[in-house]
Protein backbone atom coordinates (compact mmCIF):
# COMPACT_ATOMS: atom_id res chain seq x y z
CA UNK A 1 0.00 0.00 0.00
CA UNK A 2 1.74 3.32 -0.63
CA UNK A 3 1.81 6.16 1.17
CA UNK A 4 -1.19 7.97 -0.47
CA UNK A 5 -3.16 5.23 -0.22
CA UNK A 6 -2.13 5.06 3.77
CA UNK A 7 -3.71 8.41 4.12
CA UNK A 8 -6.98 7.49 1.90
CA UNK A 9 -7.16 4.62 4.43
CA UNK A 10 -6.57 7.15 7.78
CA UNK A 11 -9.25 9.39 6.40
CA UNK A 12 -12.05 7.09 5.40
CA UNK A 13 -11.40 5.50 9.24
CA UNK A 14 -12.53 9.09 10.46
CA UNK A 15 -16.30 10.17 11.78
CA UNK A 16 -18.27 11.57 9.19
CA UNK A 17 -18.43 15.41 9.31
CA UNK A 18 -14.58 15.81 10.06
CA UNK A 19 -13.10 19.42 9.07
CA UNK A 20 -9.04 18.92 9.70
CA UNK A 21 -6.63 15.52 10.33
CA UNK A 22 -3.53 15.80 11.85
CA UNK A 23 -1.36 13.45 10.00
CA UNK A 24 2.20 12.06 11.22
CA UNK A 25 4.68 11.36 8.75
CA UNK A 26 7.29 9.10 10.73
CA UNK A 27 10.68 8.69 8.44
CA UNK A 28 12.76 5.27 8.72
CA UNK A 29 16.23 7.20 7.70
CA UNK A 30 17.36 9.93 8.69
CA UNK A 31 19.38 10.64 5.84
CA UNK A 32 16.03 11.11 3.86
CA UNK A 33 14.73 13.76 6.55
CA UNK A 34 16.28 16.90 4.14
CA UNK A 35 15.30 15.49 1.19
CA UNK A 36 11.80 14.57 2.53
CA UNK A 37 11.75 18.37 3.74
CA UNK A 38 11.65 19.67 0.39
CA UNK A 39 8.86 17.26 -1.18
CA UNK A 40 6.63 18.02 1.86
CA UNK A 41 7.58 21.44 1.75
CA UNK A 42 4.27 22.60 -0.30
CA UNK A 43 2.23 21.03 3.20
CA UNK A 44 3.52 23.37 5.82
CA UNK A 45 4.69 20.54 7.78
CA UNK A 46 6.01 20.95 11.02
CA UNK A 47 9.38 19.27 11.68
CA UNK A 48 11.41 17.41 15.22
CA UNK A 49 14.04 15.08 13.31
CA UNK A 50 12.92 12.59 11.22
CA UNK A 51 9.03 13.39 11.89
CA UNK A 52 6.78 15.84 9.99
CA UNK A 53 3.20 16.94 11.30
CA UNK A 54 0.82 17.67 8.46
CA UNK A 55 -2.85 18.93 8.46
CA UNK A 56 -5.35 17.93 5.73
CA UNK A 57 -8.37 19.86 5.61
CA UNK A 58 -11.34 17.86 4.15
CA UNK A 59 -12.65 21.34 2.61
CA UNK A 60 -9.36 22.05 1.41
CA UNK A 61 -9.59 25.74 3.45
CA UNK A 62 -7.44 26.29 5.72
CA UNK A 63 -4.79 23.92 4.77
CA UNK A 64 -3.62 21.12 1.73
CA UNK A 65 -6.83 19.02 0.60
CA UNK A 66 -6.59 15.04 0.93
CA UNK A 67 -5.69 15.21 -2.89
CA UNK A 68 -3.32 17.51 -2.38
CA UNK A 69 -1.84 15.86 0.45
CA UNK A 70 -2.22 12.32 -1.38
CA UNK A 71 -0.24 13.42 -4.16
CA UNK A 72 2.64 14.75 -2.16
CA UNK A 73 2.74 11.86 0.00
CA UNK A 74 2.96 9.76 -3.70
CA UNK A 75 6.24 11.91 -4.38
CA UNK A 76 7.83 10.31 -1.27
CA UNK A 77 6.93 6.85 -2.40
CA UNK A 78 8.24 7.74 -5.98
CA UNK A 79 11.67 8.85 -4.75
CA UNK A 80 12.10 5.82 -2.47
CA UNK A 81 11.57 7.62 0.46
CA UNK A 82 10.50 4.60 3.28
CA UNK A 83 7.72 6.84 5.83
CA UNK A 84 4.84 5.60 8.05
CA UNK A 85 1.99 7.14 8.57
CA UNK A 86 -0.11 7.95 11.57
CA UNK A 87 -3.31 9.44 13.85
CA UNK A 88 -1.99 10.70 17.09
CA UNK A 89 -4.53 9.69 19.36
CA UNK A 90 -8.54 10.55 19.30
CA UNK A 91 -7.65 14.57 19.49
CA UNK A 92 -5.70 14.41 16.01
CA UNK A 93 -8.69 15.12 14.28
CA UNK A 94 -11.36 18.05 14.32
CA UNK A 95 -14.98 17.94 13.86
CA UNK A 96 -17.04 20.64 11.18
CA UNK A 97 -19.17 22.65 13.90
CA UNK A 98 -22.69 21.90 13.44
CA UNK A 99 -24.49 25.06 11.48
CA UNK A 100 -26.52 26.82 13.53
CA UNK A 101 -30.37 26.65 13.80
CA UNK A 102 -32.35 28.73 11.47
CA UNK A 103 -33.57 31.89 13.34
CA UNK A 104 -37.74 31.58 12.87
CA UNK A 105 -38.91 33.84 11.06
CA UNK A 106 -41.39 36.22 11.82
CA UNK A 107 -44.96 35.90 9.67
CA UNK A 108 -45.69 38.52 7.45
CA UNK A 109 -49.50 36.69 7.35
CA UNK A 110 -49.72 36.41 11.02
CA UNK A 111 -49.03 40.07 11.72
CA UNK A 112 -51.52 40.85 8.86
CA UNK A 113 -54.11 38.81 10.57
CA UNK A 114 -53.30 40.58 13.69
CA UNK A 115 -53.24 44.06 12.69
CA UNK A 116 -57.10 43.28 11.51
CA UNK A 117 -58.04 41.50 14.72
CA UNK A 118 -57.89 45.09 16.27
CA UNK A 119 -59.48 46.99 14.28
CA UNK A 120 -63.69 47.95 14.71
CA UNK A 121 -65.78 45.76 12.63
CA UNK A 122 -66.94 49.48 10.56
CA UNK A 123 -63.09 49.80 9.21
CA UNK A 124 -62.49 50.05 5.48
CA UNK A 125 -59.47 51.24 4.65
CA UNK A 126 -55.54 50.39 6.77
CA UNK A 127 -52.63 52.28 6.36
CA UNK A 128 -49.61 49.85 6.93
CA UNK A 129 -45.63 50.26 7.46
CA UNK A 130 -43.98 46.92 6.51
CA UNK A 131 -40.48 47.25 7.76
CA UNK A 132 -37.63 44.37 6.37
CA UNK A 133 -35.21 42.31 8.68
CA UNK A 134 -32.94 42.43 5.34
CA UNK A 135 -32.40 45.83 3.36
CA UNK A 136 -31.25 42.69 1.04
CA UNK A 137 -34.39 42.01 0.18
CA UNK A 138 -35.45 45.69 -0.54
CA UNK A 139 -35.58 45.26 -4.36
CA UNK A 140 -37.48 42.34 -4.11
CA UNK A 141 -39.73 43.25 -1.55
CA UNK A 142 -40.67 46.08 -3.98
CA UNK A 143 -41.64 43.61 -6.33
CA UNK A 144 -43.81 41.55 -4.20
CA UNK A 145 -45.58 44.85 -3.14
CA UNK A 146 -46.51 46.25 -6.06
CA UNK A 147 -50.15 45.01 -6.32
CA UNK A 148 -50.75 46.93 -3.30
CA UNK A 149 -48.68 50.62 -4.35
CA UNK A 150 -46.57 50.92 -1.94
CA UNK A 151 -44.19 53.50 -1.61
CA UNK A 152 -40.31 53.27 0.34
CA UNK A 153 -39.74 55.09 3.32
CA UNK A 154 -37.68 58.74 2.89
CA UNK A 155 -34.93 56.73 5.66
CA UNK A 156 -32.45 54.22 5.90
CA UNK A 157 -34.77 51.70 7.01
CA UNK A 158 -36.13 48.61 4.78
CA UNK A 159 -39.67 49.76 5.09
CA UNK A 160 -42.61 50.08 2.65
CA UNK A 161 -46.19 51.89 3.41
CA UNK A 162 -49.17 51.05 1.74
CA UNK A 163 -52.89 51.49 1.92
CA UNK A 164 -55.32 48.13 2.53
CA UNK A 165 -58.88 48.17 1.90
CA UNK A 166 -61.60 45.92 3.57
CA UNK A 167 -62.74 45.16 0.14
CA UNK A 168 -61.91 41.52 -0.85
CA UNK A 169 -59.83 42.53 -3.98
CA UNK A 170 -57.36 44.25 -2.67
CA UNK A 171 -57.11 41.96 0.45
CA UNK A 172 -56.46 39.30 -1.67
CA UNK A 173 -53.56 41.47 -2.81
CA UNK A 174 -52.27 41.85 0.10
CA UNK A 175 -52.35 38.05 0.94
CA UNK A 176 -50.07 37.47 -2.30
CA UNK A 177 -47.97 40.30 -0.98
CA UNK A 178 -47.33 38.41 2.35
CA UNK A 179 -47.31 34.75 1.42
CA UNK A 180 -44.57 32.83 3.45
CA UNK A 181 -43.16 31.17 0.21
CA UNK A 182 -41.79 34.36 -0.60
CA UNK A 183 -38.90 34.05 1.83
CA UNK A 184 -38.31 37.44 3.12
CA UNK A 185 -39.14 37.77 6.88
CA UNK A 186 -39.82 41.10 8.98
CA UNK A 187 -42.46 42.99 10.76
CA UNK A 188 -45.68 45.15 9.60
CA UNK A 189 -47.67 47.95 12.17
CA UNK A 190 -51.05 49.63 11.06
CA UNK A 191 -50.27 53.56 11.31
CA UNK A 192 -54.19 54.35 10.71
CA UNK A 193 -56.86 53.55 9.32
CA UNK A 194 -60.22 54.51 7.79
CA UNK A 195 -63.35 53.97 9.80
CA UNK A 196 -66.52 54.53 7.16
CA UNK A 197 -69.65 54.94 9.67
CA UNK A 198 -73.53 54.89 7.92
CA UNK A 199 -75.38 58.53 8.24
CA UNK A 200 -78.80 58.86 8.66
CA UNK A 201 -80.85 57.61 5.46
CA UNK A 202 -82.73 61.16 5.71
CA UNK A 203 -79.74 63.46 5.20
CA UNK A 204 -79.49 61.78 1.65
CA UNK A 205 -75.68 61.63 2.12
CA UNK A 206 -74.02 58.16 1.86
CA UNK A 207 -71.80 58.07 4.56
CA UNK A 208 -69.52 59.28 6.43
CA UNK A 209 -65.62 58.81 7.30
CA UNK A 210 -63.36 58.90 10.11
CA UNK A 211 -59.61 58.73 10.55
CA UNK A 212 -57.65 57.54 13.51
CA UNK A 213 -53.90 56.11 14.25
CA UNK A 214 -53.73 52.36 14.99
CA UNK A 215 -51.32 51.34 17.79
Not at 96 to 104: D, I, K, L, R, S
Not at 107 to 129: F, I, K, T
Not at 141 to 163: K, S
Request: proline content about 7%.
Amino acid sequence: MTLGEKLRAILDSLPAGWSEARIVVSLVSEADADHAALILGSLAPGRSGTTFRIRVSASGLGGPSPDAAQRVLERLDGEGIDARLSLPGTAAFQAAAPAPPEAPRALLAESWDEQVSRLPADWSDLYLELELASSADTDRGALLLGPVNPFLQPDARPAFRFRAARRASTQRSADVVLCPASGSSGSMRGTSMIAARASAPASGSAGAACSSKVG
